[in-house]
T-cell receptor
Framework: GNSVTQMEGPVTLSEEAFLTINCTYT??????LFWYVQYPGEGLQLLLK?????DKGSNKGFEATYRKETTSFHLEKGSVQVSDSAVYFC?????????????FGQGTILTVHP | NAGVTQTPKFRILKIGQSMTLQCAQD?????MYWYRQDPGMGLKLIYY???????DKGEVPNGYNVSRSTTEDFPLRLELAAPSQTSVYFC????????????FGQGTRLTVV
């Protein structure tokens, strides 16, 4: 079956540091890939997405590139801010008739200090 | 624009009690989902629905039931609550599959004691 593996957390950074959160996946076919973010006390929100190999998703300074050869979708940001502190989830949706069901990684807690 | 609304936000149940978690969306989405989030485990799909009157099991359906009588509402029923059902529950909706965004409610934190 499908699975998503994220790097172990939590991650603690100083403001303006570079961020990488690793995500690898196992799926048949050509899944769509997503990063969702969960701020404290809130539900998940879509951060970015990519639907085919070599696509780059980007939003709010975050980027991730769909790498089919390494089955990865690593999240990066060049300079994090305190307001980026949240839980980040990598997710995939299988190709074909998926009915929009998502498979999530375990989540990575990011804390950014001033 | 309310999006996805879940009630209640918090609840404590005793073992063996029952309850219904409410979920409503105002975006006219056909697809709706219930996920549970356990610490360090990510989200697991409990049940989903592709339209009014149509529901199906997800990865972890045991101990839960759902119904979908309208496009807007997708309640989740817990019968005979057990400590293993202590979790945070999220309802979500999507316009369709593929690149469309899933919209999530704020969650219901349930503790079974």
């Amino acid at each position: 079956g499908n699975s998503v593996t994220q790097m172990e957390g939590p991650v603690t950074l100083s403001e303006e540091a570079f961020l990488t959160i690793n995500c690898t996946y196992t799926a048949t076919g050509y899944p769509s890939l997503f990063w969702y973010v969960q701020y404290p006390g809130e539900g998940l929100q879509l951060l970015l997405k990519a639907t085919k190999a070599d696509d780059k998703g980007s939003n709010k300074g975050f980027e991730a590139t769909y790498r089919k050869e390494t089955t990865s979708f690593h999240l990066e940001k060049g300079s994090v801010q305190v307001s980026d502190s949240a839980v980040y989830f990598c997710a995939l949706e299988d190709s074909g008739t998926s009915y929009g069901k998502l498979t999530f990684g375990q989540g990575t807690i990011l804390t950014v200090h001033p | 624009n309310a999006g996805v609304t879940q009630t209640p936000k918090f609840r404590i149940l005793k073992i063996g009690q029952s309850m219904t978690l409410q979920c409503a969306q105002d975006m006219n989405h056909n697809y709706m989902y219930w996920y549970r989030q356990d610490p360090g485990m990510g989200l697991k799909l409990i049940y989903y629905s592709v339209g009014a009157g149509i529901t199906d099991k997800g990865e972890v359906p045991n101990g839960y039931n759902v119904s979908r009588s309208t496009t807007e509402d997708f309640p989740l029923r817990l019968e005979l609550a057990a400590p293993s059902q202590t979790s945070v529950y999220f309802c979500a909706s999507r316009q369709g599959q593929g690149s469309t965004e899933a919209f999530f409610g704020q969650g219901t934190r349930l503790t079974v004691v």
